[in-house]
């Protein structure tokens, strides 16, 4: 029901193989047979990095984000699977990765609000960019440069869970004032679904593995 309020909190390890489940069936059903569903289970870097989830009236994980923070350029290049080059963005960044929203609770406004809290969280811990990786022909892209994102290119095809036939992008927000922009479009973007949040979280309570 569009009545329905959603519960936004982290992803405890408690709800790891829900969680695993939930990325496989959600990028299996998007991408197919390109997707290696076997690297989106809970790993090692579950274990590392927290992931904010929305959850539905019944409790069910519905959305999920990763945040993970990247301090040294052996992270950057390890998560980003891109080399770290200072004109891109200096470092530490924080990474939002393994975005995925169940098809029945799309535009819903449920990875607007995720983002949101994630851009607001890096600003408040002092990060210097929120940093992704951006397909070439992802329908989001004039989304990301609408809030304020800089775009810059791979030299490399990704090789990650989901192999590209062409280099993708590296989406980089850097700076105080364009979180707080995109944090405020996000906002408005929500807003205009009319859906309700249950927010659990504090964005400047220090949280495990953040």
Request: aromatic share 10%.
């Amino acid at each position: 029901m569009l009545s329905d309020t959603f519960a936004i909190d982290w992803i405890t390890e408690e709800r790891k193989e829900e969680l695993g489940s939930f990325r496989r069936r959600i990028f299996r059903d998007h991408y197919g047979d390109r997707v290696d569903t076997d690297r989106l289970g809970w790993n090692h870097n579950d274990d590392k990095f927290p992931s904010l989830g929305a959850f539905s009236a019944n409790g069910d994980l519905i959305s999920c984000l990763r945040l993970a923070p990247l301090p040294t350029p052996d992270e950057f290049r390890r998560i980003l699977l891109k080399p770290h080059d200072v004109t891109d963005v200096e470092l530490p960044v924080l990474a939002l990765r393994r975005a995925a929203t169940d098809r029945m609770f799309v535009k819903r406004g449920l990875m607007s609000m995720l983002r949101k809290l994630a851009i607001e969280i890096t600003a408040n811990r002092g990060f210097a960019a929120v940093v992704c990786s951006i397909a070439q022909d992802d329908p989001r892209r004039p989304m990301f440069l609408a809030m304020g994102y800089e775009i810059r290119s791979y030299a490399e095809n990704w090789s990650g869970f989901l192999p590209s036939e062409v280099p993708p992008l590296l989406g980089v927000l850097r700076g105080k004032e364009k979180m707080a922009y995109a944090a405020r479009y996000l906002a408005d973007k929500a807003a205009k679904t009319g859906t309700l949040f249950d927010v659990r979280i504090d964005i400047e309570k220090q949280t495990p593995r953040l």
